[in-house]
């Protein structure tokens, strides 16, 4: 394997300190300092690591540009380097100053015996006397040789070890806790294990060709890593016949190393990759089970880096190398979350201590958690009032609030007669005009009568066509309002003075223009310029004194042009009528400004029959598809109404809120529905989590209430202290099975369980007869008495002197009739050696 072209080590002593090694065989020695004002980034002699530190130059020394390999000495006297060179040498040098070197190490050089390429050198950690160096094949000679740099034999060039005849070494690693011991990779083909006390000899070996980069797990002796080319492997030397774990990267791996602060912690370079990748080794189970590798990818650097070293004592510090530079940098510990039941929030921090954030935290607020939202509604009962508008005030939102109002309205308009609707207590505006599909169209069912109505005060001849029938009437209701047959109006003055109240004159000028009441409109404007110091109330008023229905005026063309640039979109819809053609009103219709029930309410008055059918299926289409809660105006209670509410939850989570809607406003026909029953069983299951039990009690019957003729599932029976299952005939399905009445009301044998159903476990003795606790509970049912097939009744299986009973503290019992006989004459419990008083634990008895 080629070295890189630049290369970065950590000093193993100094956490300050760090070693590059480039293309010339150039050794630069740095020190880490904090980066101050003075520094500007064009100085040449620093290298800026990140915005708060720079690289110092130290010293600097040239070793030979054959260098193939280098190794820092495990001592921190001095910073001496060894080097192994293309023709096998060792030299060891220093970058620090001469005369620190007390050993006498520095100059000092180790030939083979015969010239070839050193491929790794590697100081003995624990015996720093020793270094080893790997070599390549000869076919007379020994590759891997032990020197001893302190007693080096003069005149000799033997080494005081060898092995590895007319092999290749690749990689080698020693072990730390075996300071005799190394691993090697030889040939291209196999891993040994070297044992250099007594006698050099081959302890153990595998074989592989993942031979390149060997390492010990610095937190496991055990453990090593090696890999070629796209393929990392983890080795066990307990089993060595296998790799206990096989990484497959997609490119090909340029150098793997293991972090020294993280346990099972590896970082890997891959070719061409702009990052460096993390695989993080989990141990999750036995020893038989593989380990699990999680993958993530740092960018430690802005350019694809060569190389990198891990800091041997700082957590999850790197210096990366590349071509533009060196990088200082930190790699964030990947976070477990924890989210409970109760919107609390948890991670672990620091390794040491966990970190939580609750719902009643004032930093937790500015989540805008809808869960939190949730559970505050539930416990002031939203959604259950019977009172449909009140619901709304809990909602805190405004899309809500008027949709409860509007359920309300809907509501009352059909129990008071005005809407005849049996069947749906909110229909909506289609279903009313009878367009809700298009054979209701074809057939002619809404015939609207055309009112030419003039204008009250311009003084003109010129009218505007307005459509009647009593469906639109009833329409106009659920929008809030109220047809008057003698002016043909729908905004009446109450309405108009009530907006005006509320400060909204643009909307109240706005009706004013759709009832034709031109200076009506003007002094609303003036009354609200002179109110809220409002300039542009005035400029409209102005503007709208000038208006005309000639359609080639100046006034109308500076309108056109004009209106886009108004922010109110109700004064937007003003100029948008006045200067409307051919009846199209497409500038109201559309203005999304506007709210939907106003927009419905124009075009309930001033489109024809065939245009308010394609508008109001346009905008049905819109809304579902946008989940505006305000398309209930549309569609009321139906199959439609399920699709807004879907696309609502989806975008919003409130599960609650579209649970709530569909008990209180659907048919019993609608709650059948798949996708309303899933919101009902997620909704009741967040109640059961937040243990809100009188919520979900009041919930579910508000839901029974919607359908009466339905009887409530079991809720409440006997699990098996086995297997957990229900014990119970009725929830096991006994029910189902149709058994003559006769049979089970006359025979003395009823019918007797002595172990659960399902696991077959032997039930609980009573503990007075000692008999397995074991007859049938539940209601069966069956055809009545009188063989009718169309009538059908409830028996009871078990009468209530053969149900089970016991004590919530020693969990002892029996029959019912046994247990109140006992505790009729005893208090302690009848199990013998139990001194359980259940009797008097029970608080109902006196």
Known sequence: MSRPKVDVLWSPFHSDRFITWDSDAVLNLYEIVARDSSVRDSDQIYLQLSENSIAEPVASVTINNYAKCIDIYPQSESDIVASGHANGKIVLSTLGPPEFDYQGLVGKEFFPKYMRSCNVVAWNPADTHLIVSGLDKHSKEHSLLLWDVLHYPKGSERPI??????????????????????????????????????????????????????????????????HVDNLITLWDTRCFEKPIVTVVPQRQITKVLW????????????????????????????????PGVLERVVLPSWHSPLSFSWHPTDQNRLLAISLQGITDYTVCERITLNYSAKSCLMWNYAFKSFKYVRSEDSVYKEFDDISVLTKRRAMFEYGLLADLAQNGDIAENEALKSLWQWLYLSRSLVEE???????????????????????????????????????????????????????????????GLRFDKETNTAYDNTYLEKLEKEG???????????????????????????????????????????????????????????????????????????????????????????????????????????????????????????????????????????????????????????????????????????????????????????????????????????????????????????????????????????????????????????????????????????????????????????????????????????????????????????????????????????????????????
């Open 504 to 846: 909204a004159y643009a909307k109240a000028a706005t009706f004013a223009v759709f009832n034709l009441c031109l200076r009506q409109a003007i002094d609303i404007l003036n009354r609200g310029a002179n109110k809220k110091q409002m300039a542009i109330l005035n400029m409209v008023a102005m503007a709208l004194s000038g208006f005309s229905e000639e359609r080639t005026t100046l006034w109308r063309e500076s309108c056109q042009k004009s209106r886009s640039q108004l922010s109110d979109p109700y004064l937007r819809a003003t100029f948008g009528f006045l200067t409307t053609d051919n009846d199209s009103y497409e500038s109201i219709l559309n203005e999304n400004g506007m709210a939907v029930k106003d927009r419905v309410a124009f075009a309930l008055i001033f489109l024809s029959d065939n245009k308010l059918y394609e508008y109001l299926k346009k905008l049905t289409q819109k809304l579902i598809e946008q989940g505006d809660l305000a398309g209930f105006l549309i569609t009321g209670a139906s199959m439609e109404s399920i699709q807004l509410l879907s696309k609502y939850l989806e975008i919003t989570s409130d599960v609650q809120s579209c649970t709530l809607i569909a008990i209180r406003a659907f048919t019993p026909k609608l709650l059948q529905e798949n996708q309303v029953q899933v919101w009902i069983s997620n909704y009741r299951h967040l109640l059961n989590a937040w243990k809100l039990w009188f919520e979900r009690a009041r919930f579910d019957i508000v839901m029974r209430s919607s359908t009466p003729h339905e009887k409530p599932p079991q809720q409440i029976y006997v699990s098996c202290n086995f297997c957990g299952k229900s014990i119970s005939a009725f929830m096991q399905g006994l029910s189902r099975t149709r058994v003559p009445f006769n049979r089970l009301g006359s025979t003395p044998n009823k019918l007797k369980m002595t172990a659960c159903p399902n696991c077959r476990k032997p039930l609980p003795r009573c503990a007075i007869c000692l008999m397995h606790i074991g007859t049938v509970s539940g209601l069966q049912t069956a055809p009545s008495p009188g063989n009718t097939r169309n009538e059908e009744c409830d028996i009871q299986l078990t009468e209530f002197n053969s149900w089970f009973t016991w004590c919530l503290t020693c969990k002892h019992g029996g029959h019912s009739d046994h247990i109140t006989q006992w505790f009729r004459q005893h208090t302690e419990c009848p199990v013998t050696s139990c001194s359980c008083r259940c009797s008097s634990l029970d608080a109902a008895v006196t």
């Open 259 to 290: 972090c020294p602060t993280r346990r099972n912690l590896i970082g890997a370079l891959q070719k061409d990759s702009v990052g460096l990748h993390l695989f993080d080794i989990q141990y999750c189970g036995g020893e038989d089970t593989e």
């Open 417 to 479: 007669g005005t809407i005849h609707s049996p069947d749906n207590k909110h229909p909506g505006i289609r279903t009313v005009v009878k367009l809700d599909t298009q054979q209701n169209m074809s057939n002619g069912l809404l015939k609207s009568e055309v009112i030419h109505r003039p204008w009250a005060d311009i003084g003109s001849s010129h009218t505007i066509k307005i459509y009647r029938s009593p469906d639109r009437e009833k329409s106009l209701l659920l929008c």
């Open 161 to 226: 070890a060898e092995v590895g005849l007319s092999e290749t070494i690749h990689s080698a690693s020693w072990f730390k806790h075996d300071p005799r011991c190394l691993v090697l990779g030889a040939n291209n083909k196999q891993l040994k294990i070297i044992d250099f006390r007594d006698s050099v000899k081959v302890v153990n070996m595998t074989p592989t060709k993942a031979v390149y980069n060997l390492s010990i797990n610095p937190h496991n002796n055990y453990q090593l890593l090696s």
